[in-house]
């Protein structure tokens, strides 16, 4: 059982060094041919130093300049403060970055909704275009995955939107969470869509779901969402474990694991609702729909909670860093051990 479960565990790092080992040089480290990996993270991915995954449509998307650059900066500091590496991804003129410097955070921060938008299925489209593209949930998990990044931490993750039943407008971070092996650390899924259907969606995918420290499944800005998490996790090791199963089934599913935010960051629910009825109406009038929805909906309920959604949405994904760095550290310590044995 050793013997296989090592096995198992050098051929996922072996991929990923060999990708890490052609790195080199460079802000962004030495062109792979399509990806370019840069050489703090390389480095890491060759000595199994823990990483954590950071998207890019948070900067571009999710927030106004300078808050965006400000908050970007500060994920980094807080990853590293927590003992792992940070890995922001995403595409510059075309080529897949894994790890920007300082600069292009800001680059990307100042581009802001002139970066595209960018989910796994446009990812060749962006290349080909040699566009700039800000990396959604799925597009991250999904390029994390081809250089061996088993954590990822995000804000909140996309889901089956509200009337989804009739409209079938579901993210494509579902499905990437049924087909790439990568652990997502969030605050739930994001308040404006329908959690319960989101949840079954994540079931058919065969994604393991998991609460961090609580039996109710969260809700982006609130603790709550009247919803049953599927599973429980306690600690930062007990999150590693659930991911180094993962890895020794050699399943081809995602992991998501759901933070609460923090108790004094939590937005009033019964407000926060009232915005996204409000907002989803106007999107409606509007007919605005797809990809664009979701940056229309957060930020009309900013707008219309006199910024107090912003300020939840900052606090929580920065409590997701802290906690995705300290599971990042876990698993590497974990796999280390194993690698004695």
């Known amino acids: 059982m050793a013997d296989s479960r090592l096995a198992i565990l050098s051929r996922h790092f072996t991929s990923a060094a060999d990708s890490a080992s052609k790195a080199g040089s460079g802000s962004c480290g030495q062109n792979l041919g399509w990806i370019k990996i840069s050489p703090e993270v390389s480095e890491a991915l060759k000595h199994g130093t823990p990483i954590v995954a950071l998207e890019s449509t948070i900067i571009s998307h999710g927030m106004p300049y300078p808050q965006n650059f400000e908050t970007a900066k500060e994920l980094e500091v807080i990853v590293r403060d927590n003992g792992a590496v940070p890995a ?3 595409i510059l003129d075309g080529v897949p970055c894994i790890g ?3 600069e292009e955070l800001e680059i ?6 002139k970066a595209r ?5 446009d990812i060749a489209l962006v290349m080909a275009g040699r566009e700039n593209g800000a990396t959604t949930v799925s597009a991250t998990m999904y390029l994390a995955s081809k250089v061996g990044i088993p954590v990822f931490v995000t804000g ?5 939107h509200r009337h989804g039943e009739n409209t079938m407008d579901v993210s494509s971070d579902l499905t990437e969470l049924g087909n790439t092996p990568v652990a997502v650390i969030s605050a739930g899924i994001k308040s404006i869509l329908d959690i319960p259907r989101t949840l079954e969606y994540l079931e058919t995918q065969r994604v393991t779901v998991a609460a961090y420290r ?3 499944f969260p ?5 709550t969402s009247g919803c049953k998490a599927p599973a429980r996790v306690e600690s930062p090791e007990h999150c590693a474990r659930v991911i180094d199963a993962n890895i020794r089934l050699e399943q081809k599913s995602g992991i998501l694991i759901a933070v609460p935010i923090p108790r004094e960051h939590s937005a009033s629910g019964s407000l926060i609702e009232l915005a996204i ?18 940056p229309f909906l957060l930020a009309r309920v900013n707008e219309l909670t006199v910024g107090a959604s912003l300020a939840s949405n900052i606090a929580l994904v920065k409590n997701n860093a802290s906690i995705g760095a300290k599971i990042a550290v876990s698993l590497a310590q974990l796999q280390k051990r194993s690698y004695k044995r």
Not at 108 to 113: D, M, P, T
Not at 117 to 121: H, L
């Open 117 to 121: 938008k960018t989910a796994s299925r």
């Open 88 to 90: 922001t991804i995403a």
């Open 156 to 160: 909140g993750i996309g889901g089956v």
């Open 100 to 102: 920007l410097t300082t």
């Open 108 to 113: 990307l921060a100042r581009l802001g909704s």
């Open 277 to 294: 009825q409000q907002a989803l109406q106007e999107a409606r009038e509007k007919k605005i729909t797809g990809n664009a929805e979701t």
């Open 214 to 216: 609580t039996d109710e």
């Open 219 to 223: 809700a982006f800005f609130t603790q």
